[in-house]
């Protein structure tokens, strides 16, 4: 249940159908919206194998983090906001495009958006899309108004609905209460690390990366989803389920 204090849609807002956790869909997803499909989703199956990371093409436009929200998330999502302003970002000069989260369940599709929307991944939308039209759109806007910008998108919502139906499994209601939750990790032209989420205040920028650093170098990922495994590992008793999905250019 939301709360003045919490990050969750009110009761009463739009909900989606969840997205499955599946490169292929999210793929089709945003190749519909307008995205080339010269770059897909690719699945990340060790950050620590180098032989494993190979399969990943490489450099990697984004890294999505996909993990069950819990108390140590909580605990510290909750103390790294608490004295940050709400993020009030907006126009040509934005070093990230961010989109605050008002529709329920659709942590994966702000998670995919943030990933296109943002670094080297931009040049690959096709121009005169829907994902085109949409991120000119909302690049103009602050937060809120982007938020809104979203919620009454027929294009999104008609893209999402349809991948969300492609799965591999039953999708489940857009009325359940689905705890996993989607962080995406982009880099900027100024070779900063971004970690992107709609629950949070505003972008977060998690450090800086050389030239040469993508999203899955070594940097990027003791500075992103290392230090999130570490929380969760000193904790004690977390709950280490997590995958990782990269955007990246197509093995076809």
């Known amino acids: 249940m939301a709360s003045d204090a919490s990050p969750d849609v009110p009761a009463g807002r739009k909900r989606f159908v969840p997205l499955e ?6 793929s089709s997803l945003v190749h519909n919206l307008g ?3 010269e770059v897909v989703f690719h699945d990340v199956f060790s950050i620590d194998d180098p032989d494993l990371l190979g399969f990943v093409p490489r450099p990697a436009h984004a890294l999505i983090l996909v993990f069950p929200v ?8 909750v103390q790294e906001d ?4 709400e993020y009030e970002g907006h126009g040509p000069d934005e070093e990230v495009v961010w989109y605050k ?3 329920g369940n659709a942590c994966g599709l702000i998670g995919l958006l943030h990933a296109v929307s943002n670094g080297t991944a931009r040049a690959h939308i096709q121009p005169d899309s829907n994902l085109a039209k949409l991120l000119s759109d909302a690049i103009p806007l602050k937060p809120v ?3 809104d910008l979203l919620y009454e998108s027929q294009a999104l919502e008609t893209a999402h609905q349809d991948a969300a ?4 499994s039953a999708a489940p209601a857009a009325n359940d209460d689905v705890d996993l939750h989607y962080v995406c990790f982009v880099k900027s032209d ?3 690390l971004w970690e992107l989420d709609g629950r949070r205040k505003g972008p977060l920028d998690r450090g800086e990366l050389s030239p040469d650093d993508d999203v899955l170098s070594e940097k990027a990922l003791d500075l992103g989803v290392r230090s999130f495994l570490k929380r969760e590992t000193e904790a004690g008793g977390g709950d280490l389920r997590f995958s990782l999905i990269a955007l990246a250019e197509s093995l076809d």
């Open 35 to 37: 995205l080339s499909t």
């Open 190 to 192: 100024k070779n900063h």
């Open 145 to 147: 108004e982007r938020a």
């Open 21 to 26: 956790n599946n490169p292929e869909v999210m």
């Open 82 to 85: 608490k004295n940050k302003a």
């Open 101 to 103: 989260q008002t529709i």
């Open 165 to 168: 139906s492609g799965g591999d």
């Open 70 to 77: 819990n108390k140590t998330y909580e605990t510290f999502r």
